[in-house]
């Protein structure tokens, strides 16, 4: 059974940091580019960023650069979203999503609150 399993989610005042993570299993977790996305209230789910299957080159929104981080470890089946200098507008559900070629794998989310 494939699964992706988000934790580390939760409450945080203005300019605090939390650290999310992607428990994979089921597939190739070697094989597969990881992204993290974001749903905020009453909004799209946008792609915060990517970083390849050998973690060798990352990508980001232009409204997280410099404050997130994502990375990965191929030995623990797990990807991280390091989230730094963290603000009101980064309130969202935060979904991890595998993908290679035609397959695609999403997490079930996980809340961060961002008080001001």
């Known amino acids: 059974e494939v699964q992706l399993v988000e934790s580390g989610g939760g409450l945080v005042q203005a300019g605090g940091s939390l650290r999310l993570s992607c428990a994979a299993s089921g597939f190739t977790f070697d094989d597969y580019a990881m992204h993290w996305y974001r749903q905020g209230p009453g909004k799209k789910r946008e792609l915060v960023g990517v970083?390849?299957?050998?973690?060798?080159?990352?990508i980001y929104l232009d409204p997280v650069k410099g404050r997130f981080t994502i990375s990965r470890d191929n030995a623990k089946n797990t990807a991280y979203l390091q989230m730094s200098r963290l603000k009101p507008e980064d309130t969202a559900v935060y979904y991890c999503?595998?993908?290679?070629?035609?397959?695609?794998?999403w997490g079930q989310g996980i809340q961060v609150t961002v008080s001001s």
């Open positions: 999503n595998a993908r290679h070629s035609v397959y695609e794998y």
């Open positions: 970083i390849t299957t050998t973690g060798s080159s990352t």
